[in-house]
Nanobody, 117 residues
Framework: QVRLVESGGGLVQPGGSLRLSCAASGTVSSIDGMGWYRQFPGKLRDLVAMLFNDGSTNYADSVKGRFTVSRDNAKKMVYLQMNSLKPEDTAVYYC???????????WGQGTQVTVSS
């Protein structure tokens, strides 16, 4: 079992930056990839960025060049550095941990990011 806890959300002005953090606990060694999704009101969760154990990454087109996902395995943390934030980035951001065999997803509780002047 894996538990994920996000932190770092909040209110930021357009053009500003935020860094989200996700702390993992439990059987973290079973995780094959970790990253971030976001959910807009009334919508399903969408990929923001994922980082896999082989070093590969997957970013949503809308955040490429602005957001960076990283991981500190020693600290069991995953981060999302968000720069040049736009009002359309406003959403609840969720940390996701995934295993490939068997396939299973773990989710954090979510953290609100609001980009507004």
């Amino acid at each position: 079992q894996v538990r994920l806890v996000e932190s770092g959300g909040g209110l930021v002005q357009p053009g500003g930056s935020l860094r989200l953090s996700c702390a993992a606990s439990g059987t973290v060694s079973s995780i094959d990839g970790m990253g971030w999704y976001r959910q807009f009101p009334g919508k399903l969760r969408d990929l923001v960025a994922m980082l896999f154990n082989d070093g590969s990454t997957n970013y949503a087109d809308s955040v490429k060049g602005r957001f960076t996902v990283s991981r500190d395995n020693a600290k069991k943390m995953v981060y999302l550095q968000m720069n040049s934030l736009k009002p359309e980035d406003t959403a609840v951001y969720y940390c996701r941990g995934t295993t490939m065999n068997p396939g299973y997803d773990y989710w954090g509780q979510g953290t609100q990011v609001t980009v507004s002047s």
